[in-house]
């Protein structure tokens, strides 16, 4: 099937709409859900109420729902980049190490949505929510095959691979609270923290 190239047109609608979710995240990490209005959307991105609703007619409700599906996709894109990237001839405490930091900096990169996701989290529509938990529900499985394959090859042994992989994805998100919520919980530099707990749990699973 030949591929449409897109036109300047298409491309300039993908860059203003790239630019009201970008303005709105910023509003709504500054301001939070409630006291934003789409009046300051406008302002703030530089367009008018139409051309606002042109693009997003469900108003700003189906702005936050967008700014959060599209985050989490990307996210989701990344964490399977980095399960992808990890191979067997690696030492699994590498490979781990290397998928957590992975983690940890793509959690951590985008500020104004972490914000915006601390103030407005009950505003995004249940659905909503567990679509991205299902999606998450996926890469813990991809990650319990990780682990699996390498007691099959005799690097650990047998154990409970589900919980283990929930042990390793806990490490990242926490290390990612403490970065945006400046509770520090450790005295080390986090991504040797990081090392350290997976060296320490791969220790204990070869045992």
């Known amino acids: 099937m030949t591929r449409i190239p897109r036109t300047s047109r298409d491309m300039q609608a993908a860059e203003r709409r790239g630019q009201i979710l970008q303005g709105a995240k ?8 409630h006291g934003t209005s789409m009046r300051m959307i406008n302002k703030h991105v530089g367009i008018t109420d139409g051309l606002l609703y042109h ?12 700014v959060f599906v599209e985050a989490q996709e990307a996210r989701m894109a990344s964490m399977d980049k980095l ?3 990890i191979e067997l001839n690696q030492r699994l405490e590498d490979a781990l190490a290397q998928f957590l930091i992975g983690l940890y ?8 949505f972490i914000r915006m996701m601390f103030r407005d ?3 995004i529509q249940s659905e909503q929510r567990n679509f991205m938990s299902e ?16 007691a099959e090859a005799g690097e650990i042994h047998e154990m409970d691979y589900a919980l283990a992989a929930h042990q390793l994805l806990a490490l990242g998100v926490v ?10 919980v450790v005295d080390v530099e986090i991504e040797s923290h990081i090392r350290n707990m997976v060296a320490f749990s791969v220790s204990q699973w070869r045992k």
Do not use: W
């Not at 998450?136 to 095959?145: A, G, P």
């Open 26 to 33: 910023e509003l709504f990490a500054e301001h939070g859900f």
């Open 55 to 66: 693009y997003f007619p469900g108003g700003k409700q189906e702005i936050l729902e967008t």
């Open 83 to 85: 399960l992808a990237s």
């Open 105 to 112: 900096r793509t959690l951590t990169e985008d500020r104004a």
């Open 121 to 123: 989290a009950e505003s």
């Open 135 to 150: 999606m998450i529900k996926l890469r813990h499985q991809s990650l319990t095959e990780v682990l699996k394959k390498r």
């Open 175 to 184: 290390c990612a609270l403490r970065e945006v919520s400046f509770i520090n």
